[in-house]
C-alpha cells in the first residue's frame, strides 16, 4: 500500500510508474488494487510521481548536454572534448555521472538555461496519466 496515496481535496491517487505500469496488467496485486482504489472513489485519477531513487543525475541526457553545447560558438570543440570524455568514462564504475560531472564543471550553470527548462516542463506536463472509466452494467 506504499506505493499509492490518495490526494482527497484534488481527487487523485499518487502512484509511482513501477505501480502504474502493474496496474494495467490484467490480474497483478496493482491492478486489483488500482480496481479497489477505483470502487472506493469514483472519478479519482491517477497520477505518476517520479520515484526519489531518480535524480538529476539521470534526467540530463547526453542529447541535452549536448542540445545546450550546441547553443555555444565554440560548440564544436567543446563537442570533441566531451566525445573524448565519454570515452574516458567507459572504464568508470557510472560512466554517465563521471560526464555529468565534466558537463557541470564546464557549465555551472546550465540548469537555468531555456533548453533545460523547456524539457523539465515538457517532463512535467506528461506526468498525468488517465485510466479508462469504470463501465456499469
Same mark, same amino acid.
Given at each position: =500500500?506504499?506505493? $499509492? #496515496?490518495? @490526494? ?7 502512484? !509511482?510508474? *513501477? ?26 485519477? =491517477?497520477?505518476? $510521481? #517520479?520515484? @526519489? ?7 540530463? !541526457?547526453? *542529447? ?74
Amino acid at each position: =500500500m506504499k506505493t $499509492v #496515496k490518495i @490526494n482527497f481535496e484534488t481527487n487523485e491517487a499518487i502512484v !509511482t510508474k *513501477a505501480f502504474q505500469k502493474q496496474a494495467t496488467i490484467y490480474g497483478t496485486p496493482e491492478f486489483r488494487q488500482w480496481r479497489e482504489i477505483r470502487n472506493e472513489f469514483p472519478g479519482i485519477t =491517477m497520477v505518476v $510521481v #517520479k520515484s @526519489n531513487r531518480t535524480s538529476d543525475i539521470y534526467n540530463t !541526457t547526453y *542529447a541535452k548536454m549536448e542540445k545546450y553545447i550546441n547553443t555555444f560558438d565554440n560548440a564544436e570543440a567543446i563537442l570533441a572534448e566531451m566525445k573524448k570524455v565519454r570515452e574516458r568514462s567507459k572504464i568508470q564504475r557510472n560512466p554517465h555521472r563521471y560526464v555529468l560531472a565534466w558537463f557541470e564543471s564546464m557549465f555551472p550553470n546550465y540548469k537555468t538555461s531555456d533548453i533545460f527548462q523547456e524539457d523539465e516542463q515538457a517532463a512535467e506536463s506528461s506526468k498525468v496519466v488517465s485510466m479508462p472509466e469504470k463501465k456499469s452494467a
